[in-house]
């Protein structure tokens, strides 16, 4: 299903699901099943729900949110929020000043492009910096490893790396 060069709604609901927004700020919904989310120009809001899903951003400042499931999501262009839900996703935010938001529960997040001079790692629901420990490329709390970060000695992050979100 493809939206138009307006702001869409689109929902995917049921099935394994592939869908475009194109041009516009528009907010895509996958559901139930292994979908495909492609934002494309615009400052989208793309909900992946339950299932593997992809979610793809265009240029804008976008929202990624795989929700349940082994997500895949992508960023482009803009200052991106990626979140990828429960279970173990992979996060890739290019160009742009983009949050990675970590959350205790929610699995282990790969974010294979961090860029230390632009990026942060948003804490969520409650989360806080004092209770995250850095050890080599992980974020940790207690012994539950949040996230790696491909190519980044997470010790070099500084208080100013982090956000409430």
């Known amino acids: 299903m493809t939206g138009g060069n ?12 592939s869908l475009s927004g194109k041009n516009g700020n528009d907010r895509i919904f996958g559901g139930t099943g292994n979908d ?25 400042n976008d929202t990624l949110l795989g929700q349940e499931g082994e997500d895949i999501l992508n960023a482009d262009n803009g200052d991106d929020l990626l979140w990828g839900g429960s279970d173990d996703d992979l996060l890739s935010g290019g160009q742009g000043r983009d949050t990675f938001v970590l959350a205790v529960g929610q699995g282990t997040d790969t974010v294979s492009d961090f860029d230390i001079s632009n990026d942060f790692i948003g804490l969520a629901n409650g989360l806080a ?7 080599g490329n992980t974020i940790r709390f207690g012994d539950e490893t949040l ?8 010790t070099t992050l500084t208080a100013n790396s982090f956000v409430a979100v």
């Open 36 to 60: 495909t989310i492609s934002g494309g120009n615009g400052n989208d809001r793309n909900f992946g729900g339950i299932g593997s899903d992809i979610l793809n951003a265009g240029v804008g």
């Open 129 to 135: 910096l004092g209770q995250i420990s850095l050890e």
């Open 147 to 154: 996230a790696i970060l491909s190519g980044i000695d997470t």
């Open 6 to 17: 307006g702001d869409d709604i689109i929902f995917g609901i049921l099935g394994n699901d």
